[in-house]
T-cell receptor, first 113, second 109 residues
Framework: EPEVTQTPSHQVTQMGQEVILRCVPISNHLYFYWYRQILGQKVEFLVSFYNNEISEKSEIFDDQFSVERPDGSNFTLKIRSTKLEDSAMYFC???????????FGSGTQLSVL | KNEVEQSPQNLTAQEGEFITINCSYSVGISALHWLQQHPGGGIVSLFMLSSGKKKHGRLIATINIQEKHSSLHITASHPRDSAVYICAVTQGGSEKLVFGKGTKLTVNP
């Protein structure tokens, strides 16, 4: 079965540092998402991306966050100046136009110290 | 804003038992997803429903749009079914998934 790939699986950073989380969605998919899950809490929507632009974003996705699809395969989430409360598992997901199934990556565990 | 509630929060069963996990939501939706989250954290999509019923192997998902309720059933449960099962919904005009808190299922041999 096709897979969404995320790297790194774990990222430890100091508060105030920039991090880039990377995702390779499934090749023929057109809709891409970032979600996050703080330990012990529900999964939360961050942003959706279609046709090379943000189609929807949540209140969490403030000016410190940005997304990019720099080439035909990668989809990145950048956090400019990390805060302690950004510590979470970040999931990338993708879905095709006619595909009923949403595919998630295995996540990047971000720890901000 | 859609509130997604799941019950029970925790469920322990013996191998072979029939399992039901419930999900209710507060506002009309365009689709409902059942997801499985493994202990390592990875999330797998099980079903996407907008009406009726779907079956895949030992898993059955049903939805009642009028009652704003969905159920996930597992027949002949097995220890490998142990995971957190999450209900999530999308509303018309929005792509984002709104997640429930999940139901932690433990199936003992």
């Amino acid at each position: 079965e096709p897979e969404v790939t995320q790297t790194p699986s774990h990222q430890v950073t100091q508060m105030g540092q920039e991090v880039i989380l990377r995702c390779v969605p499934i090749s023929n998919h057109l809709y891409f998402y970032w979600y996050r899950q703080i330990l012990g809490q529900k999964v939360e929507f961050l942003v959706s991306f279609y046709n090379n632009e943000i189609s929807e974003k949540s209140e969490i996705f403030d000016d410190q966050f940005s997304v990019e699809r720099p080439d035909g395969s990668n989809f990145t989430l950048k956090i400019r100046s990390t805060k302690l409360e950004d510590s979470a598992m970040y999931f990338c997901a993708s879905i095709g136009v006619y595909n009923e199934k949403l595919f998630f990556g295995s996540g990047t565990q971000l720890s901000v110290l | 804003k859609n509130e997604v509630e799941q019950s029970p929060q925790n469920l322990t069963a013996q191998e072979g038992e029939f399992i039901t996990i419930n999900c209710s939501y507060s506002v009309g939706i365009s689709a409902l997803h059942w997801l499985q989250q493994h202990p390592g954290g990875g999330i797998v999509s099980l079903f996407m429903l907008s009406s009726g019923k779907k079956k895949h192997g030992r898993l059955i998902a049903t939805i009642n749009i009028q009652e704003k309720h969905s159920s996930l059933h597992i027949t002949a449960s097995h220890p490998r079914d142990s995971a957190v099962y999450i209900c999530a919904v999308t509303q018309g005009g929005s792509e984002k998934l709104v997640f429930g808190k999940g139901t932690k299922l433990t199936v003992n041999p």
